[in-house]
Each structure stands twice: as structure tokens, then as C-alpha cells.
């Protein structure tokens, strides 16, 4: 048996399954519940319960798109298996522990498509696998009727794990099931495994056959109980997808809650892990937040508004917006109904506002764009004001092209900035203006195109 109980270097993850109920040409483990393919949230629990590596068993399908996902959990070491000819679970075990090198300890198998499942379920299993143990299984009581494998026990000792399809109506009663989670001595389950025969109703080879074979050796198999069923929760179809998805970010809301993060509705709050919030941060509802962003101290979003991949700065307001890869500075407003698309940069105290639309340009502090504009390739100089209708023409058809503006300059409603064009410092261009060369600083321009009124105005 394990002599070193806990010690647990390797896991298997089957995740062959065709996920034929899911009716997608998408593998099922990778489909995306809160911004994340569902075995990878099956990798991070393991991630989180001190296991090194792992093999997962997948389908010629998935294989490409599961090693994706593997090589972006840092912290274990993960690698595939292929399962051509699908024969159950005890065959994809088997292929699995052909790629593993023998340890002592104990392996870890669990399913890919349990993405609920959290590292303290697992670590519990692990903790129950000890010296004089086999096997320990995770066990949930669920309602009647069930898909799941009944669980047969002596007292505490489970004998054998029965396939619903294969059980008798006694057996069917049984309201305590096999989650499909298990422990094992790694020893014992390589003494087995090779002894799997597939006389059963699928015709194929189940790994649950194994705990009989063990128990059967006088082996000790035992369970562990999980006392809530939804964290063993499988995704086969696209309303399980579902349900799994809103416990999972409900877990994340409850975290960031707990932070000292105010959701004001958690059930209408969209979150993806990896998200740093500080706390004191308001979020109304009907709002997504994902990507790597940061949100600091005292900032308001909401309601309505698609947070991704943004930094936000102190004190800052975001109300009904779109922000995507942006840096937006402290106590700046944005919206109602703007989008900050890639590379934008909102310096402190900027004020963005209806419809107004910025791409891949920063703005100084204090600017001002309050209403129907689009601002692409610019920089904005500090306390400049962007009147109403404002576009920078940075578009040739063929290449995109800068537009400068200078400090405490005032742009005119309706202004064309036909780049590129650069405006100076204190310059004003008057409403229906078409800018199409350089303005000084100080100048002022009207017209279409447009021109110096300064002098005529002297």
C-alpha cells in the first residue's frame, strides 16, 4: 500500500468522451464555462491540490486543443494520451498508465467534464488513500431516479460500484452513487487494471470493476462522502453546461464578495477567474468582467458594462460601457454607452462620454469627449476638449495614420481631423471644420477645408 500517504505525484484525467448530447462540433471538455475551456478548471482544482502531473486521456479531436490548455497551467506538468478506439474507462486508465512512470504514492482520477469539482474535494479524497488503503472514492447522495453508479457497502467498506444500466431494481434504490472521483494506491491499481474483462451491458471496460477486484483481495476500499452534490456535478449537455457555469461564478462572486467587493447582483455578474479587484469596488448588474484585469480601490462599473482585459484606476466610474484592453486612470468617467477598444489610454480625470468611441489612443489628463466622437490613432494633450461629432480620419484605405492634438486645445463640433494632422497647443477649430493640414498652436482654423481665422479676426 501507499507508503507515504498524500504523497501524490500524478493524476489522470479521462476526457475522451465525444460528448455526443452536447450536439457540437466543439470537443465537450472544451467548452468554455466563465471564459475558461471545462478541463481546465478540472486541471486548476488539481493544480490546487498539490498534484504535479498529470496525463490526460483524450480523443483525436480534442488532443491539439487539450495540450493548448495544459501548457497554460504553470505550475504541473501535463501531457496527453490519445484514446483512438473508445473501450470505457478502465481501458482509457490503462493506455494512461502505459505513458506514466511507476511511482509510489498515490493517482488521482477524475473526469474532465466536472469542472465544478474544487482542490479541497481532491485533497480530501487524497487524505483518505492512506497507508493501509487502496482505494478511496468520492461518494454523493442524489435524487432519484439517477444515471450515476450506485455504491455498494459494508458499513463503511465499499464492495463494487454498480453502472446504473446494469443494476437490479433493489439496486436502483440506492441513493448514494460513485462521483466518479477516486484515489488510488498507484500499486494497487496497476495490480488490477490489466484484469478488467468487458462482460457487462456496454461491452466495454469499466474502470468502477476495479473496486470490486480490490475489495474482492481483501484490499480496503473506502468512500468519502461529498456533502454537496453539485461539486461532482457532469456537463453531458448544454443545460448542465449551464447550471455548471452559474455555480462556478458564483463561487467567483463570492470570492471577490468576500474580498470586500460590493456585487449588487450576484445572479446578473459575469466573471472570469484571474481578475484582481481591490476592494470597495462596486459592480452593478448586467455586467461581464474578464481578461486579465485589474480593478483598483473605489472604482464603480455598472450597470451594464463589458469589462476585458482592462486596468482600471482609482475612484474611476464606468457606467453602461465597453471597455477592452485599455488602461483607464483614476477618477476618470466613462459612458454612459462609450467603447474603449485595444490600446487605449485614459489619463487621470478624463471624461468620456455618450457614444463616444476610442481606439488605440491616449488621452492627457482632464480631456474631455463627451458626446458622439471617434478618436482612433491620437494622443489628446492634458485639458483639451473634444467637442460633439469630432472624427480623426486615420484611415487612407490603405494604411492607418496619426492625429496629435495639443494641450488645452478646443476641437469644434463636427470637426474632421484628416490624418495625418497635428493640432498645437491652445488651438481651437470652429464647428464643421475639415482639418487637413497642421494647426499651430494658438491658431485658430474654420472651414472645409480649413483655415487660419485668426488674423482675419485681428
Known sequence: MNGDAGNVSSAIVLAAGKGVRMKSAVPKVMHEICGRPMIWWVFRALQDA???????????????????????????????????????????????????????????????????????????????????????????????PSNFGRVIRDGESVLRVVEARDCTPEELEISEMNAGIYAFDEGALRAVIGELRSDNAQGELYLTDTIAMLAERGDRVVRVLCEEPRLVMGVNDRCELAKARRAINARLCDTHMRAGVTIVDPERTYLEPELTIASDVVIEPNTTIGGATTIARGVRIGPNCRIFGATIGESAQITESVVLDSIVGPHVVVGPFAHLREGTRLERDVHVGNFVEIKDSKLGAGVKARHLSYLGDAEVGDSTNVGAGTITCNFDGEKKHKTKIGKNAKIGSDTMLVAPVQVGDGALTGAGSVVTRDVEAGDRVAGAPARSIKKTRA
Do not use: W
Open 50 to 144: 498539490g498534484v504535479s502531473r498529470a496525463i490526460a486521456v483524450t480523443s483525436p479531436e480534442s488532443d491539439a486543443s487539450v495540450l493548448a490548455v495544459a501548457e497554460k497551467i504553470g505550475e504541473m506538468d501535463i501531457d496527453t494520451v490519445i484514446q483512438v478506439n473508445p473501450c470505457g474507462t478502465g481501458h482509457a486508465t490503462q493506455i494512461a498508465l502505459e505513458e506514466l512512470q511507476p511511482r509510489d504514492g498515490t493517482i488521482l482520477i477524475a473526469y474532465g467534464d466536472m469542472p465544478v469539482v474544487t482542490g479541497a474535494l481532491f485533497r480530501s479524497a487524497i487524505a483518505a488513500c492512506d497507508t493501509l488503503t487502496a482505494l478511496a472514492l468520492v461518494t454523493a447522495r442524489m435524487p432519484l
